[in-house]
Each structure stands twice: as structure tokens, then as C-alpha cells.
């Protein structure tokens, strides 16, 4: 079993940056793939990045590519996501999502263990 919970959401203004932490607690992080995805009113949710248990693989999503990085510390059961050049359109609840194994997905369906999410909202 992993508990997920997010933190790091907030305001900023366009062109601005944020920094989400995912703090997870369970014996098998180290051996989980974990990923980021966001919703937004109204719209399904939506891959952002995923990354390998080792933290040698990652996948992006072309929306975030060159602005999102994500990263992990399996010492202190965490991932973060590291947000620059934010645009309106980056506005939404970020969710943190962990999966058991190997396998990095990018379908939300595919991940076992979801946060309860935090709001990052991006003004004009």
C-alpha cells in the first residue's frame, strides 16, 4: 500500500514557477514508477510526466516538455515536479500517482495509488 499526498500547488502569474512535492509513505516506493497528471474544470485528466523507479526513465507530455521536470529522492519517498514558464492553460489540480513494477505508464488507469491532489493556478 502507498499513500500519496501532494503539496507545493498555489497562485502565480504567467511565466512563473512552482514546485510540487509528492510525499509518499510505504516500504515499496523505491520500486514504484510515479507519475504527475492535472485536471482541469471541466476537462479529463490528463497525463503530465512519469518517471522509472530508478528515475532513469521519464516521459513527458508534449504540453510540458522543455518547461516540467520531474524528479525523485527515494531516501525521503518523494517526486517533485519542478514548473517553469507556466501559462494559463497549466491551470488545475495536479494529482501525484504511483504504480507497482518497472512499467512507466502514462494512462491514468495504469497507476494503482492516487493523491488527493493541489490546485496550481496560473493567471494571465
Known amino acids: 500500500q502507498v499513500r500519496l499526498v501532494e503539496s507545493g500547488g498555489g497562485l502565480v502569474q504567467a511565466g512563473g514557477s512552482l514546485r510540487l512535492s509528492c510525499a509518499a509513505s510505504?516500504?515499496?516506493?523505491?520500486?514504484?514508477?510515479m507519475g504527475w497528471f492535472r485536471q482541469a474544470p471541466g476537462k479529463e485528466r490528463e497525463f503530465v510526466v512519469a518517471i522509472s523507479w530508478s528515475g532513469g526513465t521519464t516521459d513527458y507530455a508534449d504540453s510540458v516538455k522543455g518547461r516540467f521536470t520531474i524528479s525523485r529522492d527515494n531516501a525521503k519517498n518523494a517526486v517533485y515536479l519542478q514548473m517553469n514558464s507556466l501559462k494559463p492553460e497549466d491551470t488545475a489540480v495536479y494529482y501525484c500517482a504511483a504504480r507497482s513494477g518497472a512499467f512507466v505508464p502514462t494512462i491514468a488507469t495504469m497507476f494503482d495509488y492516487w493523491g488527493p491532489g493541489t490546485q496550481v493556478t496560473v493567471s494571465s
Open positions: 510505504g516500504r515499496t516506493f523505491s520500486k514504484n514508477a
